[in-house]
């Protein structure tokens, strides 16, 4: 049993382990969160998103290490109300108004939020009347949003909360989690749409086999992982000579017949490569999230090798979180 601390994380993961038979979900996750934070989880299909989600909502425990919320664990802080989530597949009860299961909700915590604020924000006021059976999917994803407000709690967890949202339902859904952060609450989300991340988190933390692979602001992610592609048709189908050596180039492949150079000073391997051939359909694009996710998970693939199980210690990986905290963007 922990104290509570006064003044603790939000959210602490130290050394948290998760394994589920030989898998390993989670691998020695060492994260802290704080107030006000709007952090996006990163990581590919099965890399541990939804495993570290249920451990810090205390719907399941750590193999080894621990994983705090507010400085006690994380059932304490879910039952005293001061967390919200939305998980996957959730299903909320059906026969009722929406107006009706956010007062019902609200009305299980100790100081929850005004129905009508609570649908305000979730941008449903319009369907506070409608039953939810009625409801579309994107209209449903939005009511176990608002749910997940009703306790007025200080940490909000979602689990792909907008996979089910048009365009403009997604714009509402990024401007109430500005506007809860800017109250001082902690929003936590895991997404595939890494535009989204790039767009409205301040911080990105990757994971890949569980481990952390980069943590930071997306700017600083992007920038040390390259900031750039230089990109130029591959004459004979190969990389010609020298230019993996040129200035800034971190790497250098040919794909679908073009050369791509990731380059940390596009401006410097462009300068470099006219002195060195005559590109033809010379291409330089500054790198996006998405550019930046993919390198880094094919560099912890790369250096954990096979895939990873509890009963073969051996084969786990130093170098993916370790390599990555040498190039600095894990805090
Ligand atoms: N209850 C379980 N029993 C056995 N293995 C599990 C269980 N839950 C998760 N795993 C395994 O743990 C690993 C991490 O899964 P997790 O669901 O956390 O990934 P994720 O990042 O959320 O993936 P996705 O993006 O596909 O939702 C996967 O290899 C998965 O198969």
Redesign the pocket.
């Known amino acids: 049993m922990t104290t509570k601390q006064a003044g603790a994380p939000v959210v602490a993961f130290r050394g948290a382990v998760?394994d589920?038979?030989a898998?390993r979900?989670?691998d020695a996750l060492d994260l802290e969160f704080t107030a006000g934070e709007r952090v996006a989880l990163l990581?590919?299909?099965?890399?541990?998103?939804?495993?570290?989600?249920?451990l810090m909502l205390g719907l399941d425990e750590p193999t080894a290490g621990t994983v705090e919320l507010f400085g006690g664990a994380p059932r304490d802080a879910v039952e005293g109300g001061r967390v919200g989530a939305m998980l996957?597949d959730f299903k909320p009860v059906s026969r009722i108004t929406v107006g009706e299961l956010v007062g019902f909700v609200g009305s299980a915590y100790p100081a929850p939020l005004p129905v009508a604020e609570v649908l305000e924000l979730a941008g449903i006021a319009h369907l506070a009347k409608r039953r939810v059976e009625k409801l579309s999917g994107g209209q449903i994803q939005r009511v176990c949003f608002a749910v997940a407000l009703a306790g007025d709690p200080d940490l909000l967890v979602l689990?792909?909360p907008t996979a089910a949202l048009d365009v403009q339902a997604r714009q509402e859904f990024w401007r109430s989690m500005r506007a809860l952060t800017d109250r001082g609450k902690t929003v936590l989300f895991?997404t595939?749409y890494l535009e989204e991340a790039d767009r409205n988190a301040d911080r990105i933390v990757m994971?890949d086999r569980?481990r952390l692979i980069a943590d930071g602001g997306s700017a600083e992610i992007k920038r040390t992982v390259g900031t750039g592609v230089v990109a130029f048709d591959a004459v004979d189908g190969t990389l010609p000579e020298g230019v993996a050596a040129l200035p800034g180039v971190r790497t250098a492949e040919v794909r679908d017949g073009r050369v791509r150079l990731r380059t940390t000073d596009p401006d410097a391997t462009t300068i470099g490569l006219v002195g060195l051939l005559t590109p033809r359909g010379l291409e330089v694009t500054q790198a996006g999230l998405e550019e930046a996710f993919l390198t880094l998970t094919s560099e912890a693939s790369e250096a954990s090798g096979a895939a990873r199980t509890s009963g073969n210690p051996a084969s786990v990986p130093a170098a993916s979180a370790s390599a990555s905290a040498e190039k600095g963007f894990t805090r």
């Open positions: 998760k589920y038979g898998v979900a989670v990581g590919r299909n099965g890399a541990g998103k939804s495993t570290s989600i249920a996957q689990d792909e895991s595939h994971i569980g």
